[in-house]
């Protein structure tokens, strides 16, 4: 649905110097598929949305969304798109802002209002429909980009930090839409700084770093393999033995210790022998997610 081939974008700075964003970046995003794009700040996220949204040309390479270039797919078909930093002129009511965002992405007339009612139900915006921009609070007003962003039954969606000052409840409830939203016909993008949503709710991570893809991260073989990553072991009693079961154990807190990586067999060894001789295990857990250690290794400097 959605490729990059060997896509590269350089920028020229006022002073003439090259300033290569994006480099030799190849990737192909299937039809049905959530993909998620993480890397640190600075590491060509923008550029790529930019390019995949026709905003600007690659310097090289090709990027297509159903076989066509960018802007020609957009203009004939549509698309779904929430932008980092949600502006609407703060005189604006959120109603009328909606209806306004829906007749510009070309919902017939008679069908505004219906469409209006439908993500303003979906978001949970009932209250704040007559509300100024202005007076609503930095999650309200995501939630609102998020509403003008499914106006349309579009094929392709792109979400650039979707939970951006969203609370702890729309948070969870956006995990729950971008799974009503997934249909065999339809590709979603999202790019986040929260590995732990995108771990959630993607079938893939693209990593980049330096514009350069770094790895892409398939989370149902991730999870399904058991990737190493390092634990945290609380205990309420047998402390003492501890020592003697892991002797690579860091004390990290009262009847807390931080286990350096092993494999999941040898953690399971471990643990059965640490309850054998008496200790009280509450909880062992992995200090990373699969896709935050693999993270830390793709953008390890």
Not at 181 to 195: C, E, F, G, K, Y
Not at 271 to 299: D, K, N, Y
Request: charged share 25%.
């Amino acid at each position: 649905m959605i490729e990059f081939s060997a896509v590269s974008k350089t920028y020229r700075s006022l002073l003439g110097k090259r300033v290569p964003a994006v480099i030799d970046f190849t990737l192909a995003v299937r039809e049905g598929e959530v993909l998620g794009l993480a890397g640190p700040n600075g590491a060509g996220k923008s550029t790529l949305i930019g390019l995949l949204l026709g905003y600007m040309a690659p310097t090289s390479g090709v990027v297509s969304i159903d076989g066509e270039r960018p802007r020609t797919y957009i203009e004939r078909y549509g698309i779904g798109y929430l932008s980092e930093l949600v502006a609407i002129p703060p005189s604006w009511r959120t109603e009328n802002a909606l209806r306004r965002f829906a007749l510009l992405a070309g919902v017939e007339p008679s069908a505004v209002q219906r469409e209006v009612d439908r993500v303003v139900d979906q978001l949970g915006l009932d209250e704040h429909r007559k509300k100024l921009i202005k007076q609503l609070s930095k999650g309200n007003l995501q939630r609102v980009g998020l509403a003008q962003t499914l106006l349309c039954d579009e094929r392709v969606i792109i979400l650039d930090e979707p939970t951006h000052g969203l609370d702890p409840m729309w948070t969870q409830r956006f995990r729950d839409l971008v799974a009503s939203l997934r249909r065999p016909d339809r590709t979603i993008v999202i790019a986040s700084h929260n590995l732990d949503e995108l771990q959630r709710i993607s079938d893939r991570v693209a990593i980049i770093d330096h514009g350069r893809l770094q790895r892409v991260v398939d989370l149902k073989a991730t999870n399904a393999g058991g990737v190493q990553a390092p634990y945290r072991l609380l205990v309420a009693s047998g402390i003492e033995h501890v020592p003697a079961v892991f002797p690579d154990a860091v004390p990290s807190g009262v009847h807390e210790f931080n286990l350096p990586e092993r494999p999941l067999e040898q953690l399971n060894a471990q643990i059965s022998e640490l309850i054998s001789l008496g200790t009280l295990v509450v909880s062992v857990a992995p200090m990373h997610t699969a896709l935050e250690q693999q993270f830390r290794e793709a953008v390890a400097q």
